[in-house]
Nanobody, 123 residues
Framework: QVQLVESGGGLVQAGGSLRLSCAAS????????MGWFRQAPGKEREFVAA????????YYTDSGKGRFTISRDNARNTVYLQMNSLKPEDTAVYYC????????????????WGQGTQVTVST
């Protein structure tokens, strides 16, 4: 089992920035590719970004490309999502996820989920 706990969400004005964190515990964090998803009210959960176990490769969907940066610190068992130039349409619950895989795209079907953290972007 892998336990994931997100933090760092909150209320921010449009154009602002937030950094989300996801602390992992349980099985060896280094073995897992990690990802971020989000779910806006009334919409399906969508894949945002992923990072390989060693941080050597990253992947972004159109939702995350250009303004978001995923990173990880294996010494701290933590993955981050830096979000810049936030827009109201970025308002959603953001979820951290883990997948035991060497393939970034496979993170779109994770093995483990966090409980989510709310991000609200005001106009």
């Amino acid at each position: 089992q892998v336990q994931l706990v997100e933090s760092g969400g909150g209320l921010v004005q449009a154009g602002g920035s937030l950094r989300l964190s996801c602390a992992a515990s349980g099985r060896t964090f280094n073995n897992y590719a990690m990802g971020w998803f989000r779910q806006a009210p009334g919409k399906e959960r969508e894949f945002v970004a992923a990072i390989r176990w060693n941080g050597g490769s990253t992947y972004y969907t159109d939702s995350g490309k250009g303004r978001f940066t995923i990173s990880r610190d294996n010494a701290r068992n933590t993955v981050y999502l830096q979000m810049n130039s936030l827009k109201p349409e970025d308002t959603a619950v953001y979820y951290c996820a883990a997948k035991l895989t060497p393939q970034l795209m496979a993170v779109s079907r994770p093995d483990y989920w966090g409980q989510g953290t709310q991000v609200t972007v005001s106009t």
